[in-house]
């Protein structure tokens, strides 16, 4: 390998026919040629490092052979053939005009165009870059082009081809050049690795070629620098550590944790992409590729557009079917919006974290709100409207059949402290306390039985309770033995929490029923009253869950006794207060609000 050469110069094409991916050029330059139609003046427009300046070269070579072979190749042995192989040729000059683009630059060559070829038949002028000539040098050079010399051809070259002028380009013949496919690019490199005994495993071809984005020349740089560091052996992992690509299979794994909600997973496999020295932004571009390849390979009509490593092809077409397209969107929208704020974070890893649990919480966002979350959402509008609603003072009452007993007393008999906490595991030895049992809890016959003691009553309850959870669509509604059941699992919460004057003041309260979902508490002082308000957001979710009833709902009214029955101002919370107490209960309101990134409308 020492006498390796820069496959660049060294497998620059010589004819039409090793000029990979622009067949549709080459073919009409041969015919014209062998037509003897040709222009005074070429435009070559596209990418870089496509061709555009190897096939002015061939095409200059090829109109100057003598003996131009049957398929419109130059015979490469004649005098000028050989002449312009060896560089010696007098009839072809190069411009570079990204760095000789003045007035004077220009008249120089224009000098140069009068005179006729010593030798051969055309004189070739390629001015690669043509968009950068100055405007005098533009229109210095315009004259020349309207009426050039027989023996002068021109080929212009340019990327930017909206910068032309149109006086230029109307006396031009254009020719388009495309982004060579990586798959082109692949079978070339493989020809190079053949002939210069390099090893290199296909998988390592493909993502030179996938990183050089249709430009041979980068591709092929890119090869004689991997094949310099690696001893002319190129493997997929070699390939993908010099070229500095962060490897697909990362995302699939990153794809499967995010499946599975994994965000310690997630966080773990971000940090080791990190510590391999990837920059956050490149690593939320890749992602964001990641997922519109998947989102491609939903449909068999788009699929044509995917263009990766033969091996996950597969993986990405079944991956796809298993996300849904909103999530994928979804996911998409995220990155893209972290790539947008990536420059401004000052925290870049912070930056790429926090999108990433936002990903992380993606697909639970997206089920919430497409399959139960409507109902999800309306209740929970239920209970603020009905938790915060102006209290209003009524008379104690009894109506309809429900109320036949409308002063429930609480079971005074039973202490707090023999109560089992519910959902406290330290104390499920208590289960075996006598406590009511609740027969029946959905039979109307039982509403009226007396509690009777028994063993694993309470374990019936949970099962109970539990049934309730599975089957969804069965609502129940208001009982006495069923409420005092409810209320008193509250009350052992807020014993289980230490909040004791919350537990003495709800405990005293007195229930009563007003019909299948509203019921009474009734406060003997205001101190009491505002006790048995704050807890009323806490209990209203209890109860409602309870019941699994989203109509259950109560008021509180004063004692007639109590002197005062104004509702003091501090008692009426405001939103945010709402807000607040409802993160001190429930912490996880917060989680969720904060994973969610959801902003509060107070
Ligand atoms: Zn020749």
Redesign the pocket.
């Known amino acids: 390998m020492e006498n390796f050469v820069v496959s660049a110069r060294k497998y620059r094409p010589q004819h039409f026919s090793t000029v990979v991916g622009q067949a549709h050029i080459t073919t009409t330059l041969k015919n014209a040629i062998l037509q003897n139609h040709l222009a005074h003046a070429f435009l070559f427009c596209g990418p870089r490092g496509v061709g555009k300046t190897t096939c002015a070269r061939i095409l200059a070579k090829t109109i100057n052979?003598?003996?131009?072979e049957k398929d419109g190749e130059?015979?490469?042995?004649?005098s000028?053939?050989l002449s312009f192989n060896t560089g010696s040729t007098f009839n072809v000059h190069e411009l570079d005009a990204a760095s000789n683009n003045s007035v004077d630059d220009i008249r120089e060559l224009i000098d140069q165009v009068r005179f006729a070829p010593q030798s051969g038949k055309y004189k070739i002028y390629i001015i690669d870059e043509v968009h950068m000539l100055s405007p005098s040098a533009f229109n210095a050079f315009l004259k020349t082009l309207e009426e050039p010399p027989a023996h002068a051809i021109f080929i212009l070259a340019t990327t930017e081809k909206h910068k032309i002028l149109p006086t230029i380009l109307s006396r031009c013949q254009i020719f388009d050049f495309k982004r060579i496919t990586p798959k082109d690019i692949v079978v070339h490199l493989e020809e190079i690795a053949q002939k210069e005994r390099i090893e290199a495993e296909p998988a390592a071809l493909q993502i030179i070629a996938q990183k050089s984005d249709g430009c041979m020349r980068d591709a092929l740089s890119m090869l004689d620098k991997i094949v310099s560091f690696t001893n002319a052996s190129l493997t997929y992992t070699n390939t993908l550590e010099q070229l500095n690509v962060l490897d697909e299979d990362y995302f699939f794994s990153m794809l499967e944790l995010l499946n599975n909600q994994d965000l310690p997973g997630v966080l773990s496999l971000y940090d080791e992409i990190d510590k391999k020295g990837f920059e956050g932004d490149i690593v939320l571009n890749c992602m964001t590729e990641f997922f519109r390849n998947l989102l491609i390979s939903k449909d068999a009509r788009s699929i044509s557009l995917l263009q990766v490593m033969d091996g996950f092809r597969n993986k990405y077409i079944a991956l796809a079917t298993e996300c849904s397209t909103s999530y994928i969107i979804g996911a998409m929208t995220i990155l893209t919006e972290a790539e947008a704020g990536f420059k401004q974070a000052k925290n870049k890893k912070l930056h790429v974290e926090f999108h990433l649990i936002k990903l992380n919480y993606l697909k639970q966002a997206i089920t919430l709100v497409s399959e139960d979350g409507i109902g999800k959402k309306k209740r929970i509008d239920e209970i603020k409207s009905v938790a915060f609603r102006q209290l209003t003072i009524r008379e104690q009452k009894t109506i309809g059949e429900k109320i036949q007993a409308p002063k429930v007393e609480k079971p005074a008999e039973e202490p707090a402290n023999h109560l089992p906490a519910m959902g406290n595991p330290d104390n499920k030895e208590n289960e075996t306390n006598n406590r009511p049992p609740l027969n029946q809890p959905m039979s109307s016959s039982a509403q009226n039985e007396a509690p009777t003691g028994g063993l694993g009553a309470l374990k019936k309850i949970r099962d109970q309770i539990q049934n309730r959870k599975q089957e969804k669509s069965i609502v129940f509604s208001l009982s006495d033995e069923k409420l005092n059941e409810a209320w008193n699992i509250y009350l052992e919460k807020l014993a289980a929490n230490n909040q004791v004057t919350s537990h003495s003041n709800l405990k005293q309260a007195k229930l009563s029923i007003q019909d299948e979902t509203n019921f009474e508490v009734k406060a003997e002082s205001k101190i009491q009253q505002q006790f048995i308000e704050g807890e009323r957001l806490g209990m209203t979710l209890h109860l409602q869950e309870f019941f699994n009833n989203n109509k259950i709902q109560y008021i509180v009214v004063l004692d007639v006794s109590a002197e005062n029955t104004e509702i003091p101002a501090e008692q009426l919370m405001s939103r945010k207060d709402q807000y607040l107490k409802m993160v001190e209960m429930y912490p996880i309101i917060k989680n969720m609000r904060d994973q969610l990134n959801l902003d509060l409308d107070y």
């Open positions: 052979c003598e003996q131009v130059a015979c490469d042995k004649c000028s053939c």
